[in-house]
């Protein structure tokens, strides 16, 4: 299986390595107030592909903490019920005679 994985891995590189070496043509993107940036298509992708990542990742920090609180209160929830079940189900002591 990690034969497999690499070798999909090796692909996926190659692919990207092509589309970059045929994407390296000057664009100049523009912005307000007379800024301007140039440089190649491949890279203004990278750096887009980048920010997009970085935003939704950053999407996700507030529902992904959210849910690992809820799974700590449960596990601390689930740990209550099975020791007072224990504690419930213990034989009570016989007397000595």
């Not at 990542?53 to 689930?78: D, I, K, N, T």
């Not at 189900?89 to 000595?96: A, D």
Request: no cysteine; charged share 20%; net charge positive.
């Amino acid at each position: 299986m990690g034969l497999v994985a690499w070798l999909l891995r090796i692909v996926v590189f190659l692919l990207l390595l092509s589309f970059a070496l045929k994407n390296n043509d000057p664009v100049t993107l523009r912005y307000y107030f007379g800024y301007a940036w140039t440089t190649t298509q491949v890279v203004a992708l990278l750096v887009f592909f980048a920010l997009g990542m970085l935003f939704g990742v950053l999407a996700m920090v507030q529902p992904w903490f959210r849910a690992r609180r809820e799974l700590a209160h449960s596990e601390g929830a689930l740990r209550a019920a099975r020791q007072a079940a224990a504690e419930e189900t213990r034989p009570e002591p016989v007397p000595e005679k």
